[in-house]
């Protein structure tokens, strides 16, 4: 390690000191900004919003610590805002128990204190620039993960292994406290293909003899108090994190009846001009926090089955909700972020504080509502419509599917408002290619009808066409539509998830 090197690591591990008001914060953890800088509506990029129009205060128009890597040209490379040194190339997959014996072995750039990084850490690292893609795309060229792939080796799975392209999960040294499926131990990991943390099998995934999951890894150092909140009661309403210099309202939107029935629930149109509107503990500059600002207050120690409580610090309230079989769990909170996925932006992040739930099917298709990827993970809602229409979730986990969220008001910190952008990219137009928004597997571009949700079905492996095998299953597959699980398959079935989703503000009842 040359001295330059020395320096530089012990200069990027030096807190720096930011003021807000009266409190002096010092920033041990310095959130990262997350890198989106265009804005959107319920489905497509729009000019930055003024401050009296609709989608005013997303993402885009605050931007926080602007991300800043160098290559250190051994292997390594530097954050320049968190002061963490990662390895930037993963290597092969392991498995999460390769993955933690793997960091005391590690000599990249003649360093031997490597470890396994928290959820915390691998997840400064997320951008969301980034955009999901069709998992069943087979060519990547032109697919825009969420990482900076100028300074990481970041892979997408190998479809000629039979993976999918979204199968580039990272492992992290943070187990759920919990367990997800039917009793499974867990990781929380980060997935920079998809956008999305999520629960992961640390072992064989509950199926005795079948074999470990694999994940790449990127081993970190450096900054040993990344991650680690320091919060403070101000006495007033407010929560002060200290390790962040980020100011947190104590309650949530349930407590201050937002929405129009009094329950803190809201769309993402209306949690933005909610929280923009707000009044609270004597400020009126709240804003709604961006998926890496509202993921820094996870408590990954706590859970409702382990604590009987959100994963939060409990000097925080938390309203509980009730989930689809009465039982008590707690809010997913809206994020300010856009989740871009084949070209759309119908979709916003949350981030689960209480049990992460999906509809997941046993063989006899009976369905059971499970965590199935954890309180503290994040994933994405529709930003509008109704939720009725997806009873059964949405994905292969069977993702539970809100559109009415909760918000957690944050102010403070680094996020200079911006009111204009860059030139806005064209309308996503039909591809006619296979793909990720092609007229093969995968359906059409955004803004046009996919596939028809019966071939859809029936075409299990995702061909764009219906073999003899499929057609002997079709039978089982067609329950899939039968959402409400009455045996027929109503108009509303046929039409389909991938139809364009119910619009506006007016909230289902």
């Not at 041990?28 to 009296?52: H, K, L, M, S």
């Not at 292997?75 to 805002?81: N, Y």
């Not at 390769?98 to 951008?127: C, H, M, T």
């Not at 919060?231 to 129009?260: C, P, Q």
């Amino acid at each position: 390690m040359s001295v330059r090197s020395s320096i530089w690591s012990a200069f990027l591990v030096v807190l720096t000191v930011a003021c807000s008001g009266s409190i002096c914060l010092a920033q041990d953890y310095p959130i990262v900004d997350t890198g989106q800088e265009r804005c959107f509506d319920n489905r497509f990029e729009i000019e930055y919003p003024r401050a009296d129009e609709a989608f005013f205060g997303q993402d885009a128009q605050y931007r926080g610590n602007r991300p800043a890597y160098r290559d250190n040209g051994d292997g390594t490379v530097t954050d320049l805002v968190t002061g963490l040194i990662w390895q930037k190339d993963p290597g092969p997959k392991k498995t999460f128990k390769e993955a933690v014996a793997g960091a005391a072995a590690g000599k990249v750039g003649g360093f031997d204190d490597w470890r396994l990084p928290s959820i915390k850490e691998l997840y400064s690292l997320i951008l969301f620039s980034g955009e999901d893609t069709n998992p069943q795309a087979t060519d990547t060229s032109d697919l825009n993960p969420f990482i900076d792939t100028k300074y990481f080796g970041f892979v997408y799975g190998d479809p000629a292994k039979g993976e999918r392209v979204i199968d580039s999960q990272m492992a992290t040294s943070t187990k759920y406290v919990s367990t997800t499926m039917r009793g499974n131990e867990t990781m929380f990991g980060v997935n920079f293909a998809d956008g999305r943390i999520k629960g992961y099998p640390a072992g064989s995934g509950g199926r005795p003899g079948r074999p470990a999951k694999g994940y790449y890894v990127f081993y970190v150092r450096g900054n040993p108090k990344y991650g680690k909140n320091d919060f403070h009661d101000n006495n007033d309403g407010t929560i002060a994190d200290r390790a962040t210099g980020l100011i947190w309202a104590k309650v949530d939107s349930g407590h201050l009846e937002a929405g129009e029935n009094k329950d803190g629930k809201l769309n993402w149109q209306q949690a933005l001009r909610w929280v923009e509107d707000l009044e609270y503990a004597g400020h009126s500059d709240w804003r709604l926090p961006n998926a890496k600002e509202l993921q820094s207050v996870v408590d990954y120690t706590r859970s409702p089955d382990t604590t009987r409580s959100a994963a939060i610090d409990p000097l925080f309230s938390v309203t509980p909700i009730r989930d689809a079989l009465d039982k008590v769990n707690y809010p997913f909170y809206w994020s300010s972020t856009t989740h871009k996925r084949m070209g759309s932006g119908e979709a916003a992040v949350y981030v689960a504080f209480g049990r992460s739930q999906g509809w997941m099917s046993n063989f006899g298709g009976q369905y059971n509502l499970l965590d199935v990827h954890g309180a503290g993970s994040q994933r994405s809602d529709p930003k509008a419509g109704d939720p009725s229409q997806f009873p059964r979730g949405r994905g292969p986990q069977g993702d539970v599917i809100e559109i009415y969220n909760m918000v957690r008001p944050v102010r403070g910190g680094k996020a200079n408002s911006h009111t204009s952008g860059p030139e806005l990219l064209p309308r996503p137009t039909m591809r006619r290619g296979p793909g990720p928004g092609g007229m093969g597997p995968g359906g059409m571009g955004p803004g046009f009808h996919p596939m028809h949700p019966l071939i859809k079905t029936l075409d299990a492996n995702g061909d764009g066409q219906i073999s003899e095998e499929e057609i002997d299953g079709a039978a089982a597959a067609l329950d899939k539509l039968d959402r409400n699980g009455d045996g027929k398959l109503s108009r509303d079935e046929l039409r389909g998830e991938g139809a364009p989703p119910f619009g506006g503000n007016e909230r289902p009842r």
